[in-house]
């Protein structure tokens, strides 16, 4: 590892987020279309199941993931005053890390309920 | 034919300008004649241009906003009224010369030479086609800047980006038989800047004058560094 931010593995982790993504989005579609849930009560129970929530919690995970890169890339490439980069990427780093916090909150208050 | 040319010389200039000249368009007339011709009617017009051919790469400029090798853009595929600027994103020396030292610098620090560290053999070291073919849409770069002076990541970042007329001969020495240096050309392209600003936006492409691809030859960087790393 050099002293350096990644390259390499953000670009990898970026395309590998992008195909979970495209899968569990397309998997989710389907189920919606074809075995729409026909109420709260059902949409619960098909969200509670183990693999369904276990690849929503990846989903979630990737998403974050791939929005990171994202939005650092695009920071890298036109922020460059290196104060405001940081407060930047900071105040981004904290948000996501937010939304995964509520994330999990979200699931294990439904798998709980 | 109508022109609209940059102006600027800094000796006497405020600020840049664009002028406007006519010149009579004969047929399977070039870009760089026109240009000459402009220079004749004001002799104080100044641009590079050496072999009118296409292998120098010196006549580089922004034509129409997309930037071409003037000595074989045909008048007849420009539309009127022709804006000719310099090529975005480098300082200007006077009115279409621009600085292209930082472009130099780039393809400096790809090491663009054959590394060799087993002792150099007595006779010339063979190469079978095939390897030899995979050095095809990677040598015959010219080194005009059309492509990273085309290039966004370029325009952002030139201090730290290579731009894609060094990644391209990055690969070129990567993918040729003959040199020992890949593990330390891979290193050297590490993190986010060097390598990883490009987002295949792809104007090298569009812009190459000679045809090349350097998006794909970054692809391929990309795809040679993942192989080596896992």
């Not at chain 1, 199941?49 to 890339?73: E, K, N, T």
Request: aromatic content about 10%.
């Amino acid at each position: 590892m050099s002293r350096q931010a990644s390259g390499l593995w953000a670009w990898f982790l970026q395309r590998a987020t992008a195909i979970y993504l495209m899968l569990f989005i397309l998997y989710v579609l389907q189920h919606m279309i074809f075995h729409a849930p026909a109420d709260h009560a059902a949409w619960q129970a098909w969200v509670a199941q183990p693999l369904v929530s276990l690849g929503g919690l990846l989903f979630f995970a990737s998403l974050l993931l791939h929005a990171w890169v994202g939005i650092r890339d695009v920071i890298i490439d036109y922020v460059h005053p290196t104060a405001i980069r940081v407060s930047v990427l900071t105040v981004i780093g904290f948000v996501l890390v937010g939304c995964a916090a509520w994330v999990l909150q979200i699931i294990i208050l439904a798998q709980i309920a | 034919m109508k022109f609209s040319v940059y102006r600027y010389n800094p000796e006497t200039d405020n600020e840049p300008y664009m002028q406007a000249f006519e010149v009579e368009a004969r047929q399977g007339m070039m870009l760089r004649d026109a240009l000459m011709a402009i220079q004749e009617q004001d002799e104080s017009f100044t641009f590079r241009h050496s072999c009118g051919e296409g292998v120098c790469g010196s006549d580089g400029v922004n034509v129409n906003g997309s930037n071409k090798l003037a000595c074989i853009t045909p008048l007849s595929e420009l539309k009127e009224t022709v804006e000719v600027r310099p090529f975005p994103g480098r300082p200007v020396i006077r009115d279409l010369v621009v600085d292209m030292s930082q472009f130099y610098a780039q393809y400096k620090q790809v090491d663009p030479w054959l590394i060799r560290k087993e002792p150099l053999p007595e006779q010339e070291i063979l190469q079978s086609p095939e390897e030899r073919d995979k050095l095809d849409g990677l040598y015959e770069c010219i080194m005009c800047g059309c492509c990273s002076t085309a290039c966004p990541s370029f325009w952002w970042n030139p201090d730290k980006f290579l731009g894609p007329q060094a990644l391209l001969s990055a690969c070129r020495f990567l993918a040729d038989s003959r040199d020992q240096a890949s593990e330390e050309r891979l290193n050297s392209l590490e993190g986010p800047y060097k390598l990883f600003r490009c987002h295949t936006i792809m104007n090298c492409v569009e812009a190459c004058p000679k045809g090349l691809n350097p998006t794909k030859a970054i692809g391929h960087i990309k795809e040679i560094m993942l192989k080596d790393a896992i």
